[in-house]
């Protein structure tokens, strides 16, 4: 099993640029889980698909990021026009069902900088 | 929403020493509790899931405590060796299918000998 793949591992954006980072779930899995982990704010959850269908996405920004899930074996999280601050490491995992007591198991994340 | 406080944000600990991390959480309804551990450049690799019915849980070089009376969680490295130095994560997640994780900030432990 190769675990959850997430690419790139590292992005460099400029300011106003678009950026799109993939994810691609443990096989079977049917929830994806993305997160963001910077040093002031530790790890963030944003949003959350269940059997491709957003479930939770009381943690995204409201405005220049967005996230789909198109197919079970793939996820996306979009962010337009990047600024600065959105510079952190975005982490994706999966679990099994999204059930509370669903283990989730992490991808090794996407480095994403925007100077 | 929840709120979780994790203590010490930094632990240094001499080989074969034991080591304490503590969580405190604020929602009485957080029925799940998990352990992670990030080596740097890595994802988070799921140590142990407790659940709140649970209060002790051992693993492996790892004893995790539940005390859901004050509302603490604690993760206890026995005779800790290098591989263990890296940061380490609790979380908490409500009983249903809504939420993601809330973290706690992470403790980096460096074992040295």
């Known amino acids: 099993n190769a675990g959850v793949i997430q690419t790139p591992r590292h992005k460099v954006t400029g300011k106003g640029q678009e950026a799109t980072l993939w994810c691609e779930p443990i096989?079977?899995?049917?929830?994806v889980f993305w997160y963001r982990q910077t040093i002031v704010q530790g790890l963030e959850f944003l949003t959350y698909f269940r059997n491709q269908a957003p479930i939770d996405d009381s943690g995204m920004p409201k405005e220049r990021f967005s996230a789909q899930m198109p197919n079970q074996s793939h996820s996306t999280l979009k962010i337009q026009s990047t600024q600065p601050q959105d510079s952190a490491v975005y982490l994706c995992?999966?679990?099994?069902?999204?059930?509370?007591?669903?283990?989730?198991?992490f991808g090794p994340g996407t480095r994403l900088l925007v100077l | 929403g929840e709120q979780v406080e994790q203590r010490p944000p930094h632990l240094s600990v001499r080989e074969g020493d034991s080591a304490v991390i503590i969580c405190t959480y604020t929602?009485?309804?957080?029925?799940?509790f998990f352990w992670y551990k990030q080596e740097p450049g890595a994802g988070l690799q799921l140590l142990m899931k407790?659940?709140?019915?649970?209060e002790i849980n051992e693993g492996q070089g790892f004893t995790v405590l539940l005390n859901k009376k004050d509302k603490q969680l604690s993760l206890n490295l026995t005779a800790a060796h290098p591989g263990d130095s890296a940061v380490y994560f609790c979380a908490v997640r409500f009983n249903n299918y809504a939420q993601g994780l809330t973290f706690g900030l992470g403790t980096r432990v460096s074992v040295f000998p």
């Open positions: 929602d009485p309804n957080s029925y799940y």
């Open positions: 995992a999966s679990s099994l069902d999204g059930g509370g007591g669903d283990p989730q198991y």
């Open positions: 407790v659940f709140s019915s649970t």
């Open positions: 096989s079977g899995h049917s929830a």
